[in-house]
């Protein structure tokens, strides 16, 4: 038997009709498989009596896509125009195929010769799934102003696979309001927010593989927000810091910002020197009270945002208050009038019975520490200097109001009185001696 190559091409494709419902099937095995593995179209219920096969590639019986014919009784194997070298037919009619190729993917088809020159087909299918490399992921701006610039990223891939991206390494979930083109490959938002920095990847997979791509990483310059000065050594009320004299205070300028902001400082619109986060009042003067402004600037955005707070020295003797011990005294003992939060800065003092005028001065405080007696003095007082006064071995005489006078180093003057007793329901604001307990 020996027939013409190829058999009856004209013929079968003038006569062919579409054939009754065919027992014969093919298969490609594996069903899914990768670039560079070996595939058989596996060819399932064949008739008996054939005498020849034919194997063409694509989805039409034309001679321009045969591959392969074979005549089963001598194992004569004839390439076709379509013949790339990697076929080869097996005497049960299936085709193998090396090392696969993603062009090798599309329509087969078999065609058989029986004894009698009848024909018949069937069809097969192949889809062969690339091994993927990775994708270059390209940003056309990867240093970007919030709410000014667009995140713009191209994944850019030769595959036909499909594309999935990754933030910081979790899957990013896919939707439009992410801006995601539809067919994955372009990301875009506008207004880029803070959150939206960090490390971007887009991956593309098939059932064979799959393959990440290099990380880009997007920084967002954002702020300042909301700038606020903040301080912990001193006493504050709204918007106004108070500082006792000499003390020392630390102004903090706090905000949030992207790259970190340049600051400067001023002091009732005077520029001052600090170019840092922070600026120290040291040994507070009178000369430093005043408003303090903090302007922070973003050099990425362009942004920027102040605070100012007022800084006083705070009237240390509004704190003064003056305290018998023990609190109800006694004739014949002592008593001292303790004086508790005297001013820090005190240069001088001076006690009087009676009211602050110089026949009624006990004694005073000299500016070296010791103090000395006044036109009052009964020899049984004695000051310290701490501002208290100790009255010894107390007699109905000692009875009465006693002022204490404070003039600090900045010249500020203040006067108190004892309250005594201490409990202001009580109409008296006299020091009373009682009696000794024994009496
Ligand atoms: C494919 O078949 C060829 C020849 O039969 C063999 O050398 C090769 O190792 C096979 N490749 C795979 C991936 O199995
Ligand atoms: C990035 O691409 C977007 C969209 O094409 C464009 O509007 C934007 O100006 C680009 N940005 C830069 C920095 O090129
Ligand atoms: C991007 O960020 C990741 C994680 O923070 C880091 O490992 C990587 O080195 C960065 N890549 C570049 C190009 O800066
Ligand atoms: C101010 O404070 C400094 C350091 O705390 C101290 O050495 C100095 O004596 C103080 N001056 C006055 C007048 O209190
Ligand atoms: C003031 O100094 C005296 C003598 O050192 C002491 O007894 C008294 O407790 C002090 N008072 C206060 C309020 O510190
Ligand atoms: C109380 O003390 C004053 C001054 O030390 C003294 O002159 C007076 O006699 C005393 N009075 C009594 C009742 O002890």
Not at 61 to 72: K, M, R, V
Not at 133 to 140: F, G, I, M, Q, R
Not at 152 to 176: K, Q, V, Y
Request: aromatic share 8%.
């Amino acid at each position: 038997l020996a027939l013409p190559f190829p058999f009856l091409p004209a013929l079968l494709l003038s006569a062919w009709i579409p054939p009754a419902p065919a027992l014969l099937n093919i298969l490609a095995i594996p069903e899914e498989p990768a670039q560079g593995e070996n595939v058989t179209l596996l060819v399932r219920g064949l008739p008996g009596e054939l005498v020849a096969y034919n194997w063409y590639r694509g989805t039409s019986l034309s001679q321009a896509h045969l591959i392969l014919s074979y005549i089963i009784s001598i194992a004569d194997e004839t390439p076709g125009p379509a013949y790339t070298g990697r076929e080869a037919v097996r005497p049960d009619g299936s085709l193998d195929i090396r090392d696969v190729v993603p062009e090798d993917s599309g329509s087969y088809i078999l065609q058989t010769l029986n004894q009698r020159f009848e024909t018949d087909v069937a069809y097969g299918h192949l889809l062969v799934y690339e091994i993927l490399s990775p994708p270059l992921l390209l940003a056309n701006g990867t240093k970007l102003v919030e709410r000014r610039d667009a995140i713009h990223l191209l994944c850019s891939t030769p595959s036909m696979a499909d594309i999935r991206w990754f933030f910081n390494g979790e899957p990013l979930p896919i939707g439009s309001r992410l801006g995601l083109t539809p067919d994955n490959r372009v990301l875009v938002r506008h207004n880029v927010r803070r959150e939206e920095a960090g490390s971007y990847q887009c991956e593309v997979w098939n059932p064979v593989s799959v393959s990440r791509s290099d990380p880009v990483n997007l920084t967002v310059y954002y702020g300042p927000d909301r700038v606020t000065i903040v301080q912990e050594s001193a006493f504050r009320t709204g918007c106004t810091v108070e500082a006792e004299f000499n003390a020392s205070l630390i102004l903090w300028c706090v905000t949030r910002s992207c790259p970190d902001p340049e600051y400067t400082w001023s002091l009732n619109g005077r520029p001052h020197d600090s170019t840092t986060s922070s600026l120290s009042i040291n040994r507070m003067t009178k000369d430093k009270e005043g408003t303090y402004t903090c302007i922070a600037k973003n050099p990425m955005t362009e942004l920027s945002g102040s605070a100012s707070v007022l800084v006083k020295m705070s009237v240390a003797t509004s704190a003064t208050t003056i305290v018998p011990i023990p609190s109800k005294p006694t004739e014949g003992k002592d008593v001292i009038l303790s004086v508790q939060g005297y001013p820090k800065d005190l240069l001088v003092y001076a006690w009087y019975r009676g009211t602050a005028s110089e026949p009624n001065r006990l004694l005073s405080q000299l500016p070296s520490g010791n103090w000395i007696a006044g036109p009052a003095h009964t020899g049984r007082e004695i000051g310290f200097a701490n501002c208290s006064l100790l009255i010894q071995k107390l007699n109905l005489t000692d009875t009465g109001r006693y002022t204490l006078k404070t003039v600090t180093l900045q010249g500020k003057t203040e006067t108190l009185d004892v309250q005594l007793p201490p409990h202001p329901m009580e109409s008296s604001l006299r020091l009373r001696i009682m009696p000794p307990f024994s009496k």
